[in-house]
């Protein structure tokens, strides 16, 4: 089974500060996925990665960045936190797009 | 672009048949996928349609006509367990393009 593993279930952080989101895969897959999920919204998608070093922006990449140093590692960085950033951010991985994704459990980020 | 529609909920008693649906518009059809979200959790992959007619898997199916731009879940013989978010999702090349998602609740 493939196992998506993001680093924190539950992070409180404040207005300014830069904050690190971790996810790791464990079935070498090519391709990485970084989505927030707000009621009513559904999944945005903010960036992707379809190979180390690689990214592609998303629907809405403004205030974030990412980074793929590692085949099963994907960050997610915001560089100045601020409270519109509070959501729930979820990580994904897939081998190619017809195959389905995987998740990671999520991170609900509070920023205060 | 692409747009995606689903009901945003929709009510079901236990041991009957519920059908989410879901339309779409988008420029260059590659595939729609459909995920389970339960309340707090991950989604979790149900299905794929990328050509015409339906797909039964246990007491989940899904169907798909690309000429109407329409697809449907279908759940039978509904658990409380069932009770979740339904989210379709269309393929664009390596990624996903999500509707809002469909909250069932299902009543004993």
């Known amino acids: 089974d493939v196992k998506v593993t993001q680093s924190s279930r539950y992070l409180v952080k404040r207005t300014g500060e830069k904050v690190f989101l971790e996810c790791v895969q464990d079935m070498d897959h090519e391709n990485m996925f970084w989505y927030r999920q707000d009621p009513g919204l559904g999944l945005r998608l903010i960036y992707f990665?379809?190979?180390?070093?690689?990214?592609e922006k998303g629907d809405i990449p403004e205030g974030y960045s990412v980074s793929r140093e590692k085949k099963e590692r994907f960050s997610l960085i915001l560089e100045s936190a601020s409270t519109n950033q509070t959501s729930m951010y979820l990580c994904?991985?897939?081998?190619?797009?017809?195959?389905?994704?995987?998740f990671g459990d999520g991170t609900r980020l509070s920023i205060l | 672009g692409q747009n995606i529609d689903q009901p945003t909920e929709m009510t079901a008693t236990e041991g009957a048949i519920v059908q989410i649906n879901c339309t779409y518009q988008t420029s260059g059809f590659n595939g729609l996928f459909w995920y389970q979200q339960h309340a707090g959790e991950a989604p979790t992959f149900l299905s794929y349609?990328?050509?015409?007619g339906l797909e039964e898997k246990g007491r989940f199916s899904s169907f798909l006509s690309r000429s109407k731009g329409y697809s449907y879940l279908l759940l039978k013989e509904l658990q409380m367990k069932d009770s979740a978010s339904y989210l379709c999702?269309?393929?664009?090349?390596?990624?996903?393009?999500f509707g809002t998602g469909t909250r069932l609740q299902v009543f004993p």
């Open positions: 999702a269309l393929r664009d090349t390596d990624k996903l393009i």
């Open positions: 994904a991985s897939s081998l190619t797009g017809n195959q389905p994704q995987h």
């Open positions: 990665s379809y190979d180390v070093k690689m990214k």
């Open positions: 349609n990328v050509l015409d």
